[in-house]
């Protein structure tokens, strides 16, 4: 890749929106749990597209990369969960992709096959703060709506109000101020509900 190339690339996609993994040098399991976590990250974020660098694998034996090859194998789970929309080969060692929309997330059919992560469960919502509880409460209630429940009852709208934290909040990042983090995922997929 040449300098203009990369000028290019960096106008484009900016270095929020770029996953450097060739400069990371992770493990090839570690590149794909960093990967996946940052993708996910990116959709809540509203993020269109992005750029994710693997390498081509000059450097490694035979010319292999594990890294690329974990992430290769990443893309297709993630577009079947609806995280992204979908991907293409940018150069032979990087990623174009696109993200789904954040309520597609709750559209993600469960696959037996695929591990499920790592999903905090909390049983109740009582600490988050009021606007977070009355955002998720009108969320779920477009969510349910949806779906042809047009009067839920209490426990369907607690129920729908628990799923849809449970989902956007295993997207977020750990250590940042995750409710406001939250608060943006939902006001996202809320715009996106409306939008049809």
């Given at each position: 890749?040449?300098?203009?190339?990369?000028?290019?690339?960096?106008?484009?996609?900016?270095?929020?929106?770029?996953?450097?993994?060739?400069?990371?040098?992770?493990t090839?399991?570690?590149?794909?749990?960093?990967?996946?976590?940052?993708?996910?990250?990116?959709?809540?974020?509203?993020?269109?597209?992005?750029?994710?660098?693997?390498?081509?694998?000059?450097?490694?034996?035979?010319?292999?990369?594990?890294?690329?090859?974990?992430?290769?194998?990443?893309?297709?789970?993630?577009?079947?969960?609806?995280?992204?929309?979908?991907?293409?080969?940018?150069?032979p060692?990087?990623?174009?992709?696109?993200?789904?929309?954040?309520?597609?997330?709750?559209?993600?059919?469960?696959?037996?096959?695929?591990?499920?992560?790592?999903?905090?469960?909390?049983?109740?919502?009582?600490?988050?703060?009021?606007?977070?509880?009355?955002?998720?409460?009108?969320?779920?209630?477009?969510?349910?709506?949806?779906?042809?429940?047009?009067?839920?009852?209490?426990?369907?709208?607690?129920?729908?109000?628990?799923?849809?934290?449970?989902?956007?909040?295993?997207?977020?990042?750990?250590?940042?101020?995750?409710?406001?983090?939250?608060?943006?995922?939902?006001?996202?997929?809320?715009?996106?509900?409306?939008a049809?």
């Amino acid at each position: 890749m040449t300098s203009l190339d990369r000028a290019f690339d960096e106008l484009r996609f900016g270095t929020g929106h770029t996953l450097n993994l060739r400069a990371l040098q992770p493990t090839a399991l570690q590149a794909a749990a960093l990967a996946e976590r940052w993708l996910r990250e990116q959709q809540v974020l509203g993020t269109a597209e992005a750029l994710v660098i693997t390498g081509r694998g000059n450097n490694s034996v035979d010319g292999y990369s594990p890294v690329r090859e974990s992430v290769v194998r990443l893309l297709p789970s993630l577009r079947r969960r609806n995280v992204i929309a979908g991907y293409a080969e940018h150069t032979p060692g990087s990623f174009v992709v696109t993200f789904a929309p954040v309520k597609a997330l709750f559209e993600a059919p469960k696959r037996r096959r695929e591990k499920p992560g790592p999903v905090p469960r909390p049983a109740t919502l009582q600490g988050l703060d009021e606007e977070t509880v009355r955002q998720l409460r009108d969320l779920s209630i477009m969510s349910l709506s949806v779906l042809g429940v047009h009067s839920p009852t209490r426990l369907q709208l607690e129920d729908e109000m628990l799923r849809q934290f449970t989902v956007l909040s295993a997207a977020l990042p750990d250590g940042a101020d995750r409710e406001a983090l939250l608060q943006q995922a939902m006001l996202l997929a809320a715009e996106e509900f409306e939008a049809g």
